[in-house]
């Protein structure tokens, strides 16, 4: 569904659009809290039949086919009833819990590292693409109104202690920070001066929530600017998520999240579409939230209070095939429990879902579920040899257009340059020893350059990758039947001094 795109000319965007009426009243502002998660007082309990869940071994092989290390974040209620289960009191009590069954997995969940969790509500949490700097929401004060915040990754592998962000934020509500994988932007929701008036029926004047976009210029982020129309409306607009072309968001009416639907929006010539609705079997009847796709754009998440669930709000995901969604299901527990969870958001690098669990209004704090960490054989031979060969990045035949069974082996490597950001690597393309000489030396060298720019796409500084191609000239074997072919057909990952 969602297209790659290097970057999105949202300034271009922005000036096109003239038809949006703001603040024209000149009224003394007031903060409204719509939602809270876009939940507030949403609650469903009906006795119904279960939904399809998804087992956790399933829930394993979606991550294992995606990364080495998977991580996830989500949002959990401090400790304050005891009397709710045996199951449920056992593993608040212990902080850290898992889920093991024969021949599975298991899933261990602790509260994040470091002084992010608090007396007040931590929401909404992102990551920069080197996974280095958080960023989230909260209430930290008395203020009326929620802030963004950001922390750093110590080396110890915890976070410092929180800070505001200080040009994203307004004397409004600003929330819902999603940072794109590439870094370079971050949008966000906001009812700050400059969003969309809307008239409500008692005659009064509120400010809606609209989405706003941040660029980083390699030192800060400029002050965020609204989105145009037809993407900001006199809804609530929040809960953005970008992949490529592809723009998720939250929109409901002023003052009515139980009416809350999932839209979609592409860019496309420079200007954003109309916003769609996502079909069913995403949206129905029930409040849809929070939705977001896997890092392949092959999965959707979201978060729905349709019956059959473990009750309040859950997290689902379905399959994407090409315009259609098939295979949804819940996500079951320890994901899932009897309150509410939504906004999950997923970070490339450390293979990390960000998610939020609310009950009853009380404290939310962020937490991390992991499977427990492989051993990465790629990065244990570029530490000992400082490079290595890989035989399974496939391309076409005679192309150099990557195959997308290549993604598993080279996230390994972008898994490696993320953890290690001042490294430099060269990439170095080998062909067989078949065929004609010239065109093998421009095909290696062709392909040296797509694994390349699949490395930046996930968000690597292009400055720190060169290519070559060396066509036939070192092969591993002499001979030109398959298996000889195979072995020589392959790319070469080198470390470079820094």
């Known amino acids: 569904m969602p297209n790659q795109l290097t970057h999105l000319n949202f300034d271009f965007a922005i000036k096109k659009h003239k038809s949006i009426i703001i603040n024209k009243s000149g009224f003394k502002r007031k903060s409204v809290n719509n939602s809270e998660c876009g939940m507030k007082r949403i609650r469903i309990n009906l006795p119904t039949k279960p939904f399809k869940r998804a087992t956790i071994n399933a829930l394993f092989l979606i991550f294992k086919r995606i990364t080495i290390q998977s991580l996830q974040f989500f949002y959990k209620r401090k400790l304050i009833h005891l009397t709710i289960g045996l199951f449920l009191t056992s593993m608040m009590a212990s902080s850290v819990f898992a ?14 590292k470091g002084p992010i969790n608090s007396e007040f509500q931590e929401f909404g949490p992102t990551m920069t693409p080197d996974a280095k700097t958080l960023y989230f929401y909260s209430k930290r004060s008395e203020r009326s109104f929620t802030e963004i915040f950001k922390s750093e990754r110590k080396k110890d592998g915890t976070w410092d202690f929180p800070e505001e962000v200080s040009v994203l934020n307004s004397p409004f509500d600003d929330q819902s920070p999603f940072i794109t994988r590439d870094g370079k932007m971050i949008l966000l929701s906001s009812n700050r001066d400059g969003s969309i008036e809307v008239m409500l029926a008692d005659g009064k004047v509120g400010i809606s929530r609209d989405l706003y976009v941040s660029n980083w210029n390699g030192k800060t982020w400029s002050v965020p600017t609204a989105l145009p129309s037809p993407i900001n409306t006199e809804e609530i607009e929040e809960n953005p998520h970008l992949l490529g072309d592809t723009l998720l968001f939250t929109r409901y009416p002023f003052g009515k999240p139980n009416l809350a639907k999932i839209y979609y929006s592409q860019f496309k010539n420079n200007q954003w579409t109309k916003p769609k609705l996502l079909p069913s079997p995403i949206n129905d009847q029930h409040a849809t939230i929070a939705a977001a796709f896997n890092d392949d754009g092959k999965i959707l998440f979201f978060s729905s209070n349709r019956p059959g669930g473990f009750g309040g709000f859950d997290l689902y995901m379905a399959k994407i095939e090409g315009e259609k969604f098939t295979n ?67 391309f076409e035949r005679a192309s150099s257009i990557l195959k997308p069974e290549s993604s598993i082996p080279l996230d390994s490597i972008v898994d490696y340059l993320h953890e290690n950001s001042e490294q430099k690597m060269k990439i170095i393309g080998h062909t067989d020893l078949t065929g004609n000489f010239e065109d093998n030396m421009n095909l290696s060298k062709e392909r040296a350059e797509s694994v390349k720019q699949y490395l930046v796409s996930k968000g690597v500084d292009p400055n720190r990758l060169v290519t070559e191609g060396k066509g036939p000239t070192q092969p591993m074997v002499q001979g030109t039947d398959e298996a000889s072919s195979k072995k020589n057909r392959r790319t070469e990952f080198v470390l470079l001094n820094p």
Do not use: H, M
């Open 99 to 112: 889920q093991t069954r024969e021949g599975e997995d298991t899933l261990v969940v602790s509260p994040i």
């Open 328 to 394: 949804v299901e819940n996500l079951g527990s320890p994901i899932n429990s009897s309150e509410d969870e939504a906004y999950i958001v997923f970070q490339q690098v450390k293979k990390t879902f960000l998610f939020c669990r609310r009950v009853e209004g009380k404290s939310f704090d962020i937490f991390t579920a992991s499977v427990p960490k492989q051993e990465n054989l790629v990065q244990k031979k570029l530490e000992e040899t400082k490079k290595i060969s890989l035989d399974s990045v496939y």
